[in-house]
């Protein structure tokens, strides 16, 4: 649900409509499920995953968790758009940090049999939205998936990645868990996101207090995404991005907006505390160079889609080395022999 109009304004077309309310199904919740505790060890312990588990417990908890959606039902369309790469059916799936359940709205019970939600807050999971898919709701980590090798057909994750530690892991327990053939379709955020928040903030900072500390989180490149999911055993990869500008009254209401949506920032570098004069002269220098013509101010949002396939035989291969028969200097004369032949005709 978007705020008033001519306040809150996004900046894109219209997703696609969700399963009709009178469609609704069962929903069937997995207890006892633990979540392992501590990353790897290669990992970089860059987030408190404790925490960010309570601010998504937190945001579920709210009186109205749905007014703060409007982020994640844009881009779960785009998601599943892109599933249209691979057209078929899919007896067991598989959504990675589901939220309240953006993902299994865009989905049918001709397309997927049955449907496992997973995610680390046991609020979101209670709250998540109804499907007419029959759904289990899994409490588990996306670095510890709790699920046996070659398990589901489909995979995906909807913002939800960008949160993880190890995400070369996740990428793996993803392929892992993933049938000969499955395809993983995800999103996450980009490099990008929330550059308008982190700009103002840093000058505001080193202006009143002489330096800063990161106040928005790190975000993976889009030039390691083809490469991690390379190197986690996917092939077939496709990997592209999109930004979305949302428009706001000012600072503190984006910032509001990103504690109800669960994704203030977790990093253990954080700084607890910005002093009141810090917090001010950053809503001022957010407002003077990024305002609109009508007085908001704008954020964006990048975000990274990216499909990878687990191999079967069944699936095209490229030619084996040495085996063409046309050199690509010899492309060159494609026009001429076309025009030759048509003249033969």
């Given amino acids: 649900m978007l705020r008033p109009a001519g306040l809150w304004r996004l900046l894109w077309r219209p997703w696609a409509p969700g399963v009709p309310a009178e469609n609704l199904g069962r929903r069937k919740v997995a207890s006892g499920v633990s979540i392992p505790g501590g990353p790897s060890p290669r990992a970089l312990n860059i987030f408190d995953r404790d925490l960010k588990r309570k601010q998504k417990n937190w945001a579920a908890r709210q009186p109205e968790p749905a007014k703060f959606d409007y982020l994640r039902e844009e ?39 049955k449907f496992f939600q997973t995610d680390i807050a046991e609020n979101a999971l209670k709250n998540s939205l109804e499907t007419e898919i029959p759904t289990v709701s899994v409490l588990a980590d996306e ?21 993880v530690n190890d995400l070369p892991r996740a990428l793996e327990q993803i392929h892992y868990v993933l049938k000969p053939d499955g395809v993983f379709i995800g999103a996450m955020f980009g490099g990008d996101t929330l550059y308008e928040l982190r700009c103002s903030l840093q000058l505001a900072e080193t202006e009143r207090e002489g330096g800063f500390s990161p106040h928005v989180s790190p975000f993976t490149a889009i030039s390691d995404l ?43 570098n954080r700084k607890a ?41 069944s699936q095209a291969r490229p030619a084996e080395r040495g085996s063409a028969t046309v050199s690509f200097g010899e492309l060159g004369k494609i026009n001429n022999l076309m025009s030759q032949g048509k003249k033969s005709q």
């Avoid at 790469?85 to 019970?109: E, M, T, V, W």
């Avoid at 670095?143 to 960008?162: M, Y």
């Avoid at 810090?278 to 954020?299: H, I, K, Q």
């Fill in 226 to 268: 083809g490469h991690l999911l390379g190197r986690a055993g996917f092939n077939t990869l496709t990997v592209d991005t999109d930004e979305i500008q949302v428009n706001y009254p000012g600072m503190f209401e984006l910032m509001e907006d990103l504690q109800g949506m669960g994704e203030s920032n977790c990093s253990w």
């Fill in 143 to 163: 670095e510890f998936l709790p699920f046996r090798e070659n398990t589901f057909d489909l995979v995906v994750s909807s913002l939800s990645l960008h949160w």
């Fill in 75 to 113: 881009v779960r369309p785009r998601a599943g758009q892109r599933g249209g790469a691979a057209p078929r059916d899919f007896s067991l799936a598989l959504d990675l940090g589901c939220g309240r359940g953006y993902i299994a709205q865009h989905l049918n019970k001709e397309t997927v049999g």
């Fill in 273 to 313: 505390l910005l002093h009141r004069d810090t917090m001010l002269a950053a809503a001022a220098v957010y407002r003077e160079m990024y305002r609109n013509e009508d007085g908001s101010v704008p954020a964006t949002y990048q975000i990274y889609y990216m499909i990878g396939w687990k191999y079967h035989d």
